[in-house]
Every structure is written in structure tokens, then in C-alpha cells.
């Protein structure tokens, strides 16, 4: 749940980003929304990412779900976390991780440099993105539950697949990506609902989305499902 406490201990990490202050606001107006978004949405595509066997996915449709492989692969038999399974104290730290990384790109973007050992591409710039608040908030919400789940995933890195993986940027959230186009590609002929995160992952920066998926790699997406389905049918 997004609470009045943990928006304040998320802002208070983002302290120097733009708009930190704004964007608080807002989470704090649309906290009961957001909630349901964010951990209603996540728990949504998780539940989709352990219940889709391979096979449903064979040929072009899993060539184009890159993310999906490669969780799938390094978690093996072992589901994926639902997020609202997440202790306070994985949010906690996840929350901690998650913004550090942002504070990062924030200073890599203003001439500060980055520390030795950290990458621009390991940095996280969702909240600098000139987007809305409504995106932004989902957007930070997103990667503090991506990293609060690598913090769960550790702590079992024995029963994966790789045990030995190193969790990055994204690892989890390009899976879940590929689950918010393919709910949308079977909403079009009504077997699933879409996703609530649909618009705000798809959207542009122009229309108050996201953009982490452009509109022809949905087209793409779509097609080449549909393809795949008129071969079989």
C-alpha cells in the first residue's frame, strides 16, 4: 500500500530531484488510486508472468519477449514474487536502492560524475522524465518495487535457476513489460482485461505517459501475436 508515511520517507530520499515536492503532493491526493495501479497492477502481470507456460508463447511471439526469457531463465520453477507480499522492510530497502540510483542520474545529468563502480545505464532517470506527476509517481513506485523484489530474490537466490545472478536495472521490469502487451493483445479480442498500467507504461512523454514501450513496438507486438494465432487457427 502507498501510505502517508512511505511517500514522505521516498521524498525525503529524492532530496535535489525536481518537482520532488510536487510529486508528493500528488502521491499523497491519489494514494488510494495509485495503490491500486501500482501494487493492483504489478500483482496483476506477476500472477500473468508465473501462470504463462512457454509453450503458449513458441515461435515469433516469444522471439519478441525478451524480458519474459530472461527472468523465466534465471528464476527457473521458482514464482516470482507478488508485490504485495513485500515486507515493510524490503520496501524499506528497496526504497533506499531504488532512490539512490535516481539521486545518481539526477547528479551524472547535472556534471557530477558518477562513483567508480556505477554506470549511466545502471542509473535510474525515470523522475527527471518531462512527463506527468500522475506517470512520474508510477514510475518510482515501479522501480522501488523492482528493486524491494531483487532484496526478496537474494534472500533465495539458492532456489533459482541462477543462483549466482546479479540483479540489474530492468531485469524485472522488461518481463512485466511483456506481460502489459501481451494482456493488451488478448484484450483486442476480449480474453483478457487490459492492463491498469497499460496507458501509462505506453504513453508518451507528450501525453503524460511513461514511454518505456513506443507505439510500434505495441503494433509489433500485436501483429505478430495475431500472426501467430491465424497460423494456428
Known amino acids: 500500500m502507498i501510505s502517508e508515511g512511505g511517500i514522505g520517507y521516498v521524498s525525503r530520499h529524492l532530496e535535489g530531484l525536481p518537482r520532488r515536492g510536487q510529486l508528493a503532493a500528488y502521491a499523497f491526493e491519489n494514494r488510494d488510486e495509485l495503490t491500486a495501479t501500482v501494487f493492483g497492477g504489478f500483482n496483476q ?3 500473468d508472468f508465473n501462470t504463462t507456460d512457454w509453450s503458449d508463447l513458441e515461435g515469433e511471439v516469444l522471439h519478441i519477449m525478451k524480458g519474459y526469457q530472461h527472468l523465466k531463465n534465471i528464476l527457473g520453477e521458482v514464482p516470482l514474487p507478488r508485490p504485495s507480499s513485500l515486507s515493510d522492510r524490503e520496501l524499506l530497502l528497496g526504497t533506499r536502492e531504488a532512490t539512490r540510483l535516481m539521486r545518481l542520474s ?3 545529468l547535472t556534471g557530477g560524475g558518477l562513483p567508480d563502480g556505477v554506470n549511466a545505464p545502471d542509473t535510474i532517470s525515470t523522475p527527471l522524465f518531462p ?3 500522475h506517470a512520474l509517481v508510477v514510475g518510482i513506485a515501479s522501480h522501488i518495487i523492482e528493486r524491494a523484489l531483487f532484496t526478496r530474490l537474494r534472500k533465495i537466490a539458492k532456489d533459482i535457476a541462477d543462483p549466482d545472478h546479479v540483479w540489474r ?6 518481463a ?5 502487451l501481451l494482456r493488451h493483445t488478448r484484450s483486442i479480442d476480449g480474453i483478457d482485461d487490459e492492463s491498469a498500467l497499460f496507458e501509462v507504461i505506453t504513453a508518451p512523454h ?3 505517459g511513461l514511454g518505456w514501450r513506443r507505439e510500434d513496438q505495441v503494433d509489433n507486438f500485436t501483429g505478430t501475436y495475431n500472426s501467430r494465432i491465424d497460423i494456428i487457427g
Open 131 to 133: 512527463t506527468s506527476d
Open 176 to 180: 512485466l513489460q511483456d506481460m502489459v
Open 106 to 108: 539526477h547528479q551524472s
Open 169 to 174: 536495472k530492468d531485469d524485472i521490469l522488461h
Open 206 to 208: 507528450s501525453k503524460g
Open 45 to 47: 502481470l506477476v500472477d
